[in-house]
């Protein structure tokens, strides 16, 4: 991909909050005709810019009250206790993002529970008992924002 | 309260949000008018939000990404509310999560090359209110991105 112009950054900002817009009420909104502004979308896409589609859901309402973001230091590194630690981790079902850091941690987990009482017996049974886990800190979600980002 | 069929029609739909209604009615073995009367009751009642497209910041040049968990000045009872809009002016910072625990804000910032997370560091992240202390998160690898929930 080359240069981004104001009319992509439009796009890219009206794709992430609703993707569901069809490239013709983008392309009216914008100023463009429907298969121009099909055009762009796939050419971002292409650039792997606009990467995927994610359905948002109410966790609430699904019935997961807690979200709580656990910091995991390793007690023992070592090339191969870090992919056991990657796969075992990767595998439990109640966690959603596992992110490599470098700093305090060496991993950052998001991880969803029903409750504080289930997501103690995830964190005791699953998480503590991750090979090489060591020192482990959780906090708890209060609130998030996603921001639009640097999209000009 | 949802039930076996709502939960198999979001563990299906958030597999892949993109699949078409018709394609989605066929694979759960529903007709597609029972399929979409299901989808508008979830999203009536709110239990879907919408669907949004992820942007790789990565391919559009932002190479690093930092996550920096904030303590703040609790003796300053407006810490929250003075620290928050103004972390919502700094266009690179794209998550602003609140914390019960040893954390109390968590942003997640995003740069061009490691000159630019300095000068943005400097310039804008230091200068919001009510910060007593900063830990810093330097983003290596996503190792698991799950976009389905254990439903």
């Given at each position: 991909?080359?240069?981004?112009?104001?009319?992509?950054?439009?796009?890219?900002?009206?794709?992430?909050?609703?993707?569901?817009?069809?490239?013709?009420?983008?392309?009216?909104?914008?100023?463009?005709?429907q298969p121009a502004t099909w055009r762009r979308i796939k050419r971002l896409e292409e650039a792997g810019i606009?990467?995927?589609?994610?359905?948002?859901?109410?966790?609430?309402?699904?019935?997961?009250?807690?979200?709580?973001?656990?910091?995991?230091?390793?007690?023992?590194?070592?090339?191969?206790?870090?992919?056991?630690?990657?796969?075992?981790?990767?595998?439990?079902?109640?966690?959603?993002?596992?992110?490599?850091?470098?700093?305090?941690?060496?991993?950052?987990?998001?991880?969803?529970?029903?409750?504080?009482?289930?997501?103690?017996?995830?964190?005791?049974?699953?998480?503590?008992?991750?090979?090489?886990?060591?020192?482990?800190?959780?906090?708890?979600?209060?609130?998030?924002?996603?921001?639009?980002?640097?999209?000009? | 309260?949802?039930?076996?069929?709502?939960?198999?029609?979001?563990?299906?739909?958030?597999?892949?949000?993109?699949?078409?209604?018709?394609?989605?009615?066929?694979?759960?073995?529903?007709?597609?008018?029972?399929?979409?009367?299901?989808?508008?009751?979830?999203?009536?009642?709110?239990?879907?939000?919408?669907?949004?497209?992820?942007?790789?910041?990565?391919?559009?040049?932002?190479?690093?990404e930092v996550s920096l968990r904030v303590t703040l000045d609790k003796t300053n009872p407006r810490a929250f509310?003075?620290?928050?809009?103004?972390?919502?002016?700094?266009?690179?910072?794209?998550?602003?999560?609140?914390?019960?625990?040893?954390?109390?804000?968590?942003?997640?910032?995003?740069?061009?090359?490691?000159?630019?997370?300095?000068?943005?560091?400097?310039?804008?992240?230091?200068?919001?209110?009510?910060?007593?202390?900063?830990?810093?998160?330097?983003?290596?690898?996503?190792?698991?991105?799950?976009?389905?929930?254990?439903?």
């Amino acid at each position: 991909m080359t240069e981004l112009d104001e009319i992509d950054l439009a796009l890219l900002r009206a794709l992430s909050e609703d993707a569901t817009q069809t490239a013709g009420a983008l392309g009216r909104a914008l100023g463009l005709s429907q298969p121009a502004t099909w055009r762009r979308i796939k050419r971002l896409e292409e650039a792997g810019i606009l990467s995927h589609r994610v359905l948002d859901l109410d966790l609430e309402k699904l019935g997961f009250g807690v979200t709580v973001f656990v910091g995991v230091k390793l007690a023992t590194k070592g090339r191969v206790s870090l992919d056991d630690f990657e796969r075992a981790v990767s595998a439990i079902p109640e966690v959603q993002t596992v992110e490599h850091v470098l700093g305090f941690y060496d991993y950052r987990l998001r991880v969803v529970a029903r409750d504080i009482a289930d997501f103690e017996r995830v964190l005791r049974r699953r998480i503590m008992t991750l090979p090489g886990a060591g020192n482990v800190d959780a906090n708890v979600l209060l609130s998030e924002e996603r921001r639009p980002g640097p999209l000009g | 309260m949802l039930d076996d069929l709502d939960r198999r029609i979001l563990r299906n739909l958030q597999e892949d949000p993109t699949q078409s209604l018709p394609d989605l009615a066929d694979r759960l073995g529903l007709t597609a008018s029972r399929l979409s009367r299901r989808l508008e009751k979830l999203r009536e009642g709110g239990v879907v939000k919408g669907t949004r497209a992820v942007i790789d910041w990565q391919a559009l040049g932002y190479a690093v990404e930092v996550s920096l968990r904030v303590t703040l000045d609790k003796t300053n009872p407006r810490a929250f509310d003075e620290f928050i809009p103004a972390a919502r002016e700094i266009p690179e910072v794209l998550e602003i999560q609140t914390f019960l625990g040893q954390v109390d804000v968590r942003l997640s910032v995003i740069a061009r090359d490691m000159a630019h997370y300095q000068a943005l560091y400097r310039d804008r992240i230091l200068q919001l209110p009510n910060i007593t202390d900063i830990e810093a998160l330097m983003h290596v690898a996503r190792i698991t991105t799950r976009t389905a929930l254990p439903l």
